[in-house]
């Protein structure tokens, strides 16, 4: 039944993929797929229909839970650190964005420029990301034989990585990895040097392709929610996060008051 739906959903994608190609105005994004199509001429390439099918598929399944899953866990961390808060509406003072719509109460004018000068505020959603990665793990195939203290892990053996063990383990973090501590990211604490001691995107070649989109959503979220609202338990006390298969809030979930 999951192929059957599969091939569906594949073959409805493909018709509204092949309208597109056609259509009279291609320079035209009105969706998620034209941006895709446009970006991809952009940089000189023409993605086959299979590679449209399958990016289509990728953000309509693969972002929609995780973004929900790290939205949830901002909100919760920042509530369990008002300092930070603090801390991120300076960085938004620094830059006249908190002014900006204290004096308009209108949305923010703010371009993927103005985000990356927002240094704390890239630091806090790493290390939101960091303690509650949205995804628990991701499996590669081993392309050759290989010892991993003291095991041997053969050719074509399917190897599953943990992405929250490995942020809670590696060595590399000078303050306990179990802290909420946006500042391990700073420039003057570059706790994470290696490859893959913080992944929660993934690794190598198959890394999510939609980081950067994930991130960004996830800043404009933070400065809206700084920006404009205040929050508070609407329970007598948090709720457990249950880590797989996505990072969610159990016990009825999480209940606040803005």
Not at 49 to 77: C, D, G, P, R
Not at 168 to 187: K, N
Not at 201 to 227: H, M, P, T, W, Y
């Amino acid at each position: 039944q999951g192929i059957k739906a599969r091939d569906m959903l594949h073959q409805f994608m493909e018709k509204a993929i092949q309208e597109k190609l056609q259509r009279n105005n291609p320079e035209d994004d009105s969706d998620a797929l034209d941006f895709i199509i446009n970006s991809a001429k952009e940089h000189g390439k023409e993605l086959t229909v299979q590679e449209l099918k399958e990016s289509a598929i990728e953000l309509i399944f693969a972002a929609f839970f995780t973004t929900a899953s790290a939205s949830t866990s901002l909100i919760l961390l920042l509530l369990k650190h008002p300092s930070v808060i603090e801390k991120m509406r300076q960085e938004l003072m620094s830059h006249n964005l908190y002014q900006e719509w204290q004096s308009c109460h209108c949305p923010l004018d703010i371009s993927l420029e103005k985000l990356s000068r927002l240094r704390y505020l890239d630091c806090v959603i790493k290390e939101v990301l960091r303690v509650l990665p949205p995804v628990s793990g991701g499996y590669r195939t081993a392309l050759q034989t290989f010892e991993l203290d003291g095991y041997q892990i053969p050719k074509g053996w399917s190897v599953m990585y943990s992405i929250r063990d490995t942020h809670e383990t590696a060595a590399v973090y000078q303050s306990p990895p179990s802290a909420f501590d946006p500042d391990r990211f700073s420039a003057t604490r570059i706790e994470v040097a290696g490859r893959f001691h913080y992944i929660p995107f993934g690794g190598g070649a198959r890394s999510c392709i939609g980081k950067e989109l994930a991130q960004a959503i996830l800043k404009l979220l933070a400065i809206e929610l700084v920006s404009t609202a205040r929050w508070e338990l609407a329970t007598p006390g948090y709720p457990a996060m249950q880590t797989v298969p996505i990072v969610h809030p159990v016990d009825d979930g999480l209940h606040l008051y803005f």
